[in-house]
């Protein structure tokens, strides 16, 4: 199982750029697609669930174009969209029943499935409730439930876990984990933990482009000796932040720790750190923007 | 609150919902259907008479006549065109946000009254451009006189199309009002407020007829002498001779001026009343609202009450290759429960009802009263085909599915028609029983029409309220009315004597085609 990502571009009204020369390839694993907000993470997302259609470039899932042939991805896609709904008279056992009928899922096989998923997005209890009483993460489990239904060969999961509790979210993290054994998973967020729990590999996107396309460990490496950790008082905080590339902040009685994504120490005091998947992201990001990871003249 | 804040809030909750609708794709439809009204008055296909009798189409005639226009069709089409503005606010959330705002309800429901009647006069500002044009390409009296036109556009229509704006809003805020059965009251009303306005006049005429057509009445005996003469708006053809006077419009004397402003302060009056009913977005205020909320919490108790869960040890079960075996019944099977979902024992009380009345009536009650009856009871049903995939946002779910559309959009169709059998089953059982072969073959047609109609409408408008609008007029002037074109059951003889299944089931095919290319379009994003 293979998805190639080819030269795919989409361009929106007033010429806008959504997605520009997006190249990648794909194999089994989970791919965590990192980005801020309106960087064409959905974009890139919509092409690959076949909703919407490049402008330019092509996607290929084994060898197949899906813009010429989206059936052969669909028979084997689960799709979680970042913004869906559900019917709010039908309850979870009987909108599952439905989208597995449209999937062209055998109404026997596609019963037992119900009834696993119901038991792993924990729905098993509400499963006879009407839609449209379900809470925002209630919903969200059946979404993640209906793009599991036809054991996708391919799951494109948009911002998951949004609506989740920490609970929940830990138990899909883990679900997307061992999902991944055997199949392509794209998990789209701008929470970087979940990626840093679930991803086998990382791309980081922003206005539309692919800026870097890493295992975590590789991305690690690329900040290694460059994240400090720097005490400082909390009125110097302000004129810090303008001056260096700091990815958090807690205060302590000694004053603010920072953590500082930069070349050179920001201070003779500050301290190297192990930097986490956050600082690598933030580097990026910021190697992007053009901003220089050491002081500002 | 201070007078200036208030008056500042609404202006701006006009602007914005005007500016929000009139910058949708829709809102040029809008237009083109009203410049197309316009022509409808300007080719002469609707026209003002009394008797035989017209006006030279100086700026007075074809204003009001243009105005009457307005308040006849306008009236209940623009209802059904502004009523979503209360609705709109729901759905995307904004409505959560003016909430907990210091808006109040009143200074809500009247900036969305004007925000409507702003829409109204969108179309009326068309009209009055084209009242111009009519006159000057008419060229039978070429002076044009801007106040003379102006004078019935604001007096005659704008109290009416106020009235219809804030009528909208207080269909939107009634519980119970809100959906397609608010739509078909309207219709009701509408068709109440016609014959009454003729027949009483006075303060009981916001369409203006009476008030026209006794004008007109003294001119035509002034010009050409006493005489029978019927007040006629629309086509008409004469056996007698066309006779032509010169009408200087109405003199709008303090009296007049005050019957129409009663409308007016009726419109305040309709747009103040919906902030009593308006639940300002509180779910808690509404039966439906309550209950999703009473649900919600339920849940949320759940929820907190299993602080922690272990992780259940679940293995998902491979799904073998054998069983991605698509069945065309099994989606059948769910897009017939999808459009039956929910339904209460007096819906399938009713259609069992009209069933048996079919069994039982003689044969013509059955085709002129019982079976169009019958296919209006599902009415509600058919007008989510097609659009319920934008109404509730699972285009992304059902549109990544593989052929969407060989596959779930033929069983939408199907899960419609079998709809449409299974409530006029009564009536092919008798048209069979009875040899009325003819009549069965009009039966099919109707039950594949109406269904597809559905279909196509809510395609392409992604809402519900167009096929239920259209609907309603075609099965009140055809089946009802017995006018044999707009026949689609079989009820007229005439209609079936002409062939008009036959077109119909050419209209079917049309419309089939008509979806295909929606969902096609819709497909390719």
Known sequence: ?297 | MNARRSVRMVGHLMRADFLERVRRYSFLVTLAATVWLGYLVGAGKIELWIGSVRGAYNSAWIATTMALVINTFLSLAGFYIVKSSVDRDRQTGVGEILATTPMSRPLYTLGKSLSNLAVLGGMLAVLYVAAIAIQLVAGEDRRVDLLQLALPFLLLSLPMLALTAAAAVLFETVPGLRGGFGNVVWFVVWSALIPIGIQLGGLLDPLGINLVNRNLEIAATAAFGPAKRGFVLGGIEHTEPIQIMRWGGLDWTPDLLLTRLVWVLAAAGVALAAAVFFDRFDPARSRRGARVARQRTTGATEEVTSTFVPMPAVHLTPLPAASRRFRFLDVLRAELRLLLQGLRWWWWAGAAGFVIATLAAPLDVVQKVILPLAWMWPMFLWSSLGAREIRWNTTALLFSAARPLGRQLPATWLAGVALAVLTGSGAALRFVATGHWNSLGAWVVGALFIPTLALALGLWSGSSKLFEVIYLVLWYIGPMNQVPTMDYTGATPTGLAQGMPLVYLGVTALLLGTSIAGRRQQLAG
């Open chain 1, 1 to 297: 199982m293979h998805l190639s990502i080819e030269h795919v571009g989409k361009r929106y009204r007033g010429d806008f750029w959504g997605l520009r020369d997006f190249t990648l390839e794909l194999g089994p694993g989970v791919l965590g697609l990192l980005g801020p907000n309106g960087a064409g993470k959905s974009t890139l997302m919509r092409i690959l669930a076949t909703i919407t259609r490049a402008t330019e470039g092509r996607v290929l899932w084994n060898g197949e174009d899906i813009a010429r042939t989206p059936d052969g991805l669909r028979e084997v896609l689960g799709y979680l969209p970042q913004d869906f709904g559900v019917y709010p008279n039908l309850n979870a056992v009987e909108f599952l029943e439905y989208i597995a009928a449209v999937k062209g899922i055998e109404a026997r096989a596609a019963r037992r499935r119900i009834d696993e998923l119901l038991v792993l997005v924990n729905l098993t209890e509400a499963r006879k409730r009407p839609l449209g009483g379900y809470s925002g993460g209630m919903r969200q489990r059946i979404g993640i439930a209906q793009a599991l239904l036809n054991d996708p060969q391919l799951l494109i999961v948009d911002e998951p876990t949004v609506g989740l509790d920490p609970e929940e979210r830990v138990r899909f993290r883990n679900l997307l984990s061992d999902l991944g054994g055997e199949r392509i998973v794209l998990l789209s967020t701008h929470i970087v933990s979940d990626v840093e729990a679930t991803a086998t590999d990382i791309a980081v996107v922003n206005q539309g482009r692919l800026l870097a396309h890493a295992e975590p460990e590789e991305l690690l490496r690329g900040v290694e000796g460059r994240v400090w950790e720097w005490v400082l008082p909390s009125a110097d905080l302000p004129e810090a932040r303008e001056r260096w590339k700091i990815s958090s902040t807690f205060r302590r009685a000694d004053g603010v720790h920072a953590r500082v994504v930069s070349a050179v120490p920001p201070s003779p005091e500050a301290e190297p750190v192990a930097p986490t998947l956050e600082d690598a992201y933030l580097s990026v990001l910021a190697g992007h923007r053009g901003e220089r990871l050491e002081k500002v003249a």
